[in-house]
């Protein structure tokens, strides 16, 4: 199937509290651990986020690596609120600097880099390259790159079916906001193009019926 885009931003309140108060404690805890096993040792250091939304992967990863401090970029204002209401709660702010920037921007900060993650983001981008773009300018000979988000199905049909079988009782925005990811999100093919054009030499994997990660040296 063809590739149909979805907004870039989710930046109403009301569209950032439906997706913070979603159950991704599934996908999510398994999300640290699929990275645990690729980066291969403790995190220490600062971790970049991009597209960090509400939070929920940032504080488990803060949780895994209580060495680690991080950097959590996003356009929407009310996803950053919600991150940092989030942070305060688990007593996690200390080690939390949130940055509102719209990728591409100047304005992400600079830093040594351990880790540039992101989750979720690069089926938002109408531009996928800006996502590559920032790697390549932010990431020094030591970041590891670690980027997750859904595959394209095959049709329209297999994404009304992953949508029913995974969904659950989840309500009716949420699963329609799962539908249209699924249908915006890449393949692997697309993927390997995208890095080839951006000359960056970094694994694809698909992980599951519907995920896939891309990591490696960001130089
Ligand atoms: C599906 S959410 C993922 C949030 C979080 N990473 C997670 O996995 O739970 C995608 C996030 O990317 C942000 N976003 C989308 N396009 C962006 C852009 N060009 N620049 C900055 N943030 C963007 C959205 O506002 C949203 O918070």
């Known amino acids: 199937m063809k590739r149909i885009p979805e907004p870039e931003l989710m930046d109403t309140m009301e569209q950032a509290e439906a997706y913070d108060q979603a159950d991704f404690s599934e996908p ?7 990275f645990a096993e690729r980066y291969g040792h403790a995190v220490t250091g600062a971790v970049l986020d991009l597209g960090c ?9 803060a949780k895994k690596f209580p060495k680690a401090h991080f950097v959590g970029v996003d356009g929407s204002e009310p996803m950053l609120e919600l991150s940092r209401r989030r942070m305060q709660k688990a007593g996690l702010s200390s080690r939390m600097n949130f ?25 938002h981008l109408h531009e996928p390259k800006v996502l590559w773009d920032t ?24 994404v009304a079916r992953i949508v029913d079988e995974l969904s659950g009782d989840e309500p009716e925005v949420l699963k329609q906001d799962f539908y249209n990811s699924l249908c915006a999100a890449f393949t ?24 896939i990660l891309v990591y490696g040296a960001g130089k």
């Open 99 to 123: 940055v509102r920037s719209f990728i591409p921007s100047p304005d992400i900060p600079k830093q040594d880099y351990s880790v540039i993650m992101s989750h979720s983001l690069l089926h």
């Open 28 to 34: 999510h805890g398994k999300r640290v651990e699929l």
């Open 188 to 211: 692997a093919d697309e993927i390997r193009s995208q890095l080839k054009q951006a000359g960056l030499k970094l694994e694809v994997e698909e992980v599951g019926d519907i995920h």
């Open 135 to 158: 790697v390549k300018q932010v990431a020094n000979e030591n970041t590891f790159v670690f980027v997750a988000d859904l595959r394209r199905p095959d049709s329209e049909k297999d």
């Open 53 to 61: 939304g509400s939070g929920d992967i940032l504080e488990r990863f």
